[in-house]
């Protein structure tokens, strides 16, 4: 087998379908571990793919690690395996941590986020030397673009990436329902506001690609004395820019707390 996903949940079966839909690798080539059998077994009927059981590890090329951080410390003493490429989406897990554990360095971190479900993700990825030359590196690259873009950073800015884009689609739905809940508290019902905000961040977000900074399309759209300017006024009252960085923030400093606990 290429390739083993273990724990297949909304991002193993959101990476599964994107390369098999892709044609990056035959469902046939990659197998599937998770402790719901049952939901893996309805899976790989589906999807062509193979279930498959810790015994057969070792055939795999390449494992993908899918699972909480905190059950990989008791997880590795049954992934670790002679001559495999890992590729891992825990969060805060590092590579020393992973290299640890698994006894050895070809060792690939990737960070998505929840886009990957529909082809959209920004996934971040980096690993260390042992890991380019055997190729592991470009095999995960490879993979994470069948399901959005890839970026190779180092290895001190994933958990900032994390906090960020990773974190982001949660953030970004709050503010989708804070602007329906405005929209409703001034008459307009529930369905539409909820419709309005949905697609008022899709349309915004393609905006943004056309523009060098985000202050141009708000400077564009706020004209002097009009309700642009107004909103936005209320906004800076509220703190709302704030808030956001410090999210960011707070979510960067849970990232690197996990990796203390793989430490």
Not at 136 to 153: C, I
Not at 226 to 234: E, Y
Request: hydrophobic share 45%.
């Amino acid at each position: 087998m290429k390739l083993v996903i273990v724990g297949v949940g909304k991002l193993g079966l959101a990476l599964l379908e994107g390369v098999v839909a892709r044609g990056v690798m035959p469902a046939s080539e990659i197998g599937l571990l998770d402790l719901n059998t049952a939901r893996c077994e309805e899976i790989a009927e589906r999807t062509g793919a193979r279930v498959v059981k810790s015994a057969q590890l070792p055939a795999a090329e390449r494992i993908l690690i899918s699972l909480q951080p905190r059950v990989f410390p008791e997880a590795a003493e049954w992934l670790a395996q002679e001559n495999t490429g890992y590729i891992s989406t825990m969060a805060g897990v590092s590579a020393a941590a992973l290299t640890r554990r698994l006894g050895t360095k070809r060792v690939v971190r990737v960070m998505p986020n929840l886009a990957a479900t529909i082809g959209r993700s920004q996934t971040a990825i980096t690993g260390p030397r042992e890991a380019t030359d055997a190729g592991d590196l470009a095999f995960a690259r490879h993979l994470f673009t069948a399901v959005g873009d890839a970026y190779e950073l180092p290895e001190h800015l994933f958990n900032a990436f994390t906090g960020m884009s990773a974190s982001g689609p949660a953030y970004v739905a709050v503010v989708a329902e804070a602007l329906a809940d405005g929209g409703v508290r001034m008459g307009l019902p529930r369905p539409l506001a909820n419709e309005l905000a949905a697609k008022l961040l899709v349309s915004t977000g393609e905006l943004l690609q056309l523009r060098a900074h985000p202050a141009m399309l708000k400077d564009e759209v706020a004209s002097p004395g009009g309700t642009t300017i107004a909103g936005l006024a209320a906004l800076e009252s509220a703190g709302v820019r704030g808030g956001l960085i410090e999210a960011v923030v707070q979510a960067t400093r849970r990232g690197t707390d996990l990796g203390r606990d793989q430490e």
